[in-house]
């Protein structure tokens, strides 16, 4: 078993940043890909950010790209989601969750269907 615990979010006005996190017990996640999703009121759950098992290699998706880094610290089994430039259509539950097991050839999924762990979720509130 993983548990994963989300922190960091909060409310800030359009154009401030937020750092969110995402800490693991359980396991180490030094093997599995991560990815951050989130789910705004009355939307389907989306594809914000993944990065390989290494660290290696990062993927976004094109609304958050250029804004959003993702990051991780396998020493302290933690995964980072930096947020700038925030914008009232960012406003969402953000999640973390792992892939037991990733594909070998260095991609991620990016459907939330081909995660096996999640965390509850961290709310961002952002206001125009």
């Known amino acids: 078993q993983v548990q994963l615990v989300e922190s960091g979010g909060g409310s800030v006005q359009a154009g401030g940043s937020l750092r969110l996190s995402c800490a693991a017990s359980g396991r180490t996640l030094s093997t599995y890909n991560m990815g951050w999703f989130r789910q705004a009121p009355g939307r389907r759950r989306e594809f914000v950010a993944a990065i390989t098992w290494s660290g290696g290699r990062t993927f976004y998706a094109d609304y958050v790209k250029g804004r959003f880094t993702i990051s991780r610290d396998n020493a302290n089994n933690a995964v980072y989601l930096q947020m700038n430039d925030l914008n009232p259509e960012d406003t969402a539950i953000y999640s973390c969750?792992?892939?037991?097991?990733?594909?070998?050839?260095?991609?991620?999924?990016?459907?939330?269907?081909?995660?096996?762990?999640w965390g509850q979720g961290t709310l961002v509130t952002v206001s125009s």
């Open positions: 969750a792992a892939d037991l097991n990733p594909d070998s050839d260095g991609s991620v999924y990016y459907s939330p269907y081909e995660y096996d762990y």
